[in-house]
């Protein structure tokens, strides 16, 4: 079992920036793929970033690359996500989720591919 809990979310103004933390909890960290997802009201989750085991490879939802990015330290056992230029659009509760399976790109920008996953913390945009 891996035990993730995510903190970093409040309420921000339009144009500013906010940073994630995900901390992770019972196996090694480094034996996993982690990703960010978030879900708004009424909405389906949607796929944010991803980042291989190493940290080496990173993938980025349209609607958040060049604004957002991705990042994991494998001493601390705790991935990032650093979010600039913050729009309404934005306000979610964002989750981490981590699985053990070689990176994938495809496989890992889809929720139902991942194994574990944290309660999420709440990020508001206000305009």
């Known amino acids: 079992q891996v035990q993730l809990v995510e903190s970093g979310g409040g309420l921000v103004q339009a144009g500013g920036s906010l940073r994630l933390s995900c901390a992770a909890s019972?196996?090694?960290?480094?034996?996993?793929?982690m990703g960010w997802f978030r879900q708004a009201p009424g909405k389906e989750r949607e796929f944010v970033a991803t980042?291989?085991?190493?940290?080496?490879?990173?993938n980025y939802a349209d609607s958040v690359k060049g604004r957002f990015t991705i990042s994991r330290d494998n001493v601390k056992n705790t991935v990032f996500l650093q979010m600039n230029t913050l729009k309404p659009e934005d306000t979610a509760v964002y989750l981490c989720?981590?699985?053990?399976?070689?990176?994938?790109?495809?496989?890992?920008?889809?929720?139902?591919?991942?194994?574990?996953w944290g309660q999420g913390t709440q990020v508001t945009v206000s305009s």
């Open positions: 980042i291989s085991k190493s940290g080496g490879i990173t």
């Open positions: 989720a981590a699985d053990g399976r070689s990176y994938n790109g495809n496989v890992h920008s889809r929720s139902r591919n991942y194994n574990y």
């Open positions: 019972g196996r090694t960290f480094s034996n996993y793929v």
